[in-house]
C-alpha cells in the first residue's frame, strides 16, 4: 500500500482510538476494551508509520527545588540550567494523560528532592493527553525533543552518564528511545534509566522504538500490571515483577476497575524506595520458570532507588499485606474472656 494511502489509514485509526476527542480524558470503565483496541489497531500498522509522528509542539520542563517551582520551555532548558545542573540530573517523563503536577509527579519529586536540590520534569500534556494510539505515536518526536536538550547540556560540558531518566508507562519509552538517539549521535550512553511499568499496547515488538537495557549504563524496570497495561518481557538489566505476572495488585482488588491503580503502584512502589531503601527488596528469580510459578527462591536484594548498577537479573517482589486477625469469644479459653 502506498504511503500515502497509509497516512489516511493511521488517521482514521487514530481518530477511532479516540484522538478526535483528544479534549476528553479517557473512560475508566471502557479501558480494557481500549487496551484491546489499541493492540489490534497497533498491530495493524507497519512500526515505520505508527512511530513517524514529528509534529510535535513546544515541550515545558518544570523545575522543582527548595526555593519553588520554575516551568520554562524545554528548548531554552539548557541556557537557564547553566551552571545550576547538579551532580545528577534526575529527569522525570510522565504517561499518558498523566501531567507534571498530579499525583504521581508530587509524589516523586516530593521524595526525590529530599535526595536531590534539583529536579526536571516534562509536560508531556501536548503530546499524551489525547487518544492512545495518537499518543503512542509521538514517543519518538517526544524523545527527540528530549535528545536535544541532552546534547545542549553536553555541548555546555556535563556529562550525561549523570543524567538520570525515570519514567511511567509511555514515559518509560520515551527515555528508551532518548537513550538510543544519545547512542547513536552522540556516541555515548545516559547514566540511569528507571522505567516504571513500560507501557505494553503498540510496544510489544520491534526494541527499536521502545525501551531496552541497551539504553543507558543501568536500567531497571518496575512491572506493576505485567502482560495487561505493562510489559511482561524483561527489559532492563534489573526486572522487578510486583506480586508476580498477570495479577491484580492488592491494593486493587477491591476496586471495580483495577488496571489504572495496578499500573500506578510502579510509581507509588518507586517513590517509597527514595524514602526507604528496604521497601522494595525483591528475591532474585533463577530463571523464567521460577517468576511465573511465583516461586523465586534467590537472596533478596535492595533494589529501587538504592538499586546497586552492578546487579543483573529478574526479582519478585511480595506486597506486604496487611491482615487484620478477627477476634472470637472461646468461652473454653480463659484467655478470651479478659481480652478486648
Not at 257 to 263: G, I, K, R
Request: net charge positive; proline share 4%; hydrophobic share 40%.
Amino acid at each position: 500500500m502506498c504511503p500515502s494511502v497509509w497516512v489516511v489509514v493511521l488517521a482514521m485509526m487514530v481518530m477511532m482510538s479516540g484522538e478526535g476527542e483528544s479534549l476528553m480524558p479517557p473512560v475508566s470503565t471502557g479501558l480494557e476494551q481500549l487496551v484491546r483496541a489499541a493492540s489490534a489497531t497497533c498491530d495493524a500498522l507497519p512500526l515505520e508509520l505508527l512511530y513517524s509522528w514529528s509534529s510535535i509542539p513546544e515541550l515545558e520542563f518544570y523545575e522543582y527545588s527548595e526555593e519553588g517551582k520554575r516551568i520554562y520551555k524545554l528548548s531554552k532548558a539548557h541556557v537557564l540550567l547553566r551552571r545550576r545542573l547538579p551532580t545528577e540530573l534526575v529527569v522525570y517523563i510522565p504517561g499518558w494523560w498523566n501531567t507534571p503536577t498530579d499525583e504521581s509527579s508530587q509524589a516523586l519529586v516530593k521524595a526525590l528532592l529530599q535526595k536531590h536540590y534539583l529536579i526536571l520534569v516534562l509536560d508531556t500534556r501536548a503530546s499524551f493527553c489525547r487518544g492512545y494510539v495518537g499518543s503512542a505515536s509521538r514517543v519518538h518526536g517526544v524523545a527527540q525533543k528530549v535528545f536535544k536538550f541532552l546534547k545542549n547540556i553536553q555541548a555546555e560540558g556535563y556529562p550525561l552518564s549523570s543524567v538520570h531518566m525515570i519514567g511511567f508507562s509511555l514515559g518509560a519509552h520515551v527515555a528508551g528511545v532518548t537513550g538510543k538517539l544519545v547512542q547513536s549521535r552522540l556516541s555515548g550512553k545516559v547514566g540511569r534509566i528507571t522505567a516504571l511499568d513500560p507501557a505494553r499496547p503498540c510496544f510489544t515488538r520491534s526494541t527499536e522504538y521502545r525501551l531496552d537495557k541497551h539504553d543507558a549504563k543501568f536500567v531497571q524496570v518496575i512491572h506493576t500490571s505485567a502482560g495487561v497495561l505493562g510489559l511482561e518481557s524483561p527489559l532492563g538489566h534489573v526486572d522487578v515483577y510486583v506480586n508476580g505476572l498477570l495479577v491484580s495488585q492488592p491494593e486493587c482488588r477491591e476496586r471495580a476497575v483495577s488496571l489504572e491503580c495496578d499500573h500506578a503502584q510502579s510509581w507509588k512502589l518507586f517513590s517509597s524506595s527514595v524514602t526507604d531503601s528496604r521497601s522494595l527488596l525483591a528475591r532474585k528469580c533463577k530463571n523464567w520458570l521460577e517468576l511465573n510459578s511465583g516461586q523465586c527462591s534467590g537472596n533478596e536484594t535492595i533494589l529501587g532507588y538504592t538499586c546497586n548498577p552492578k546487579i543483573r537479573g529478574m526479582f519478585l517482589y511480595r506486597s506486604q499485606e496487611v491482615r487484620t486477625q478477627m477476634w472470637v469469644f472461646n468461652p473454653f479459653d480463659i484467655k478470651t474472656w479478659f481480652s478486648r
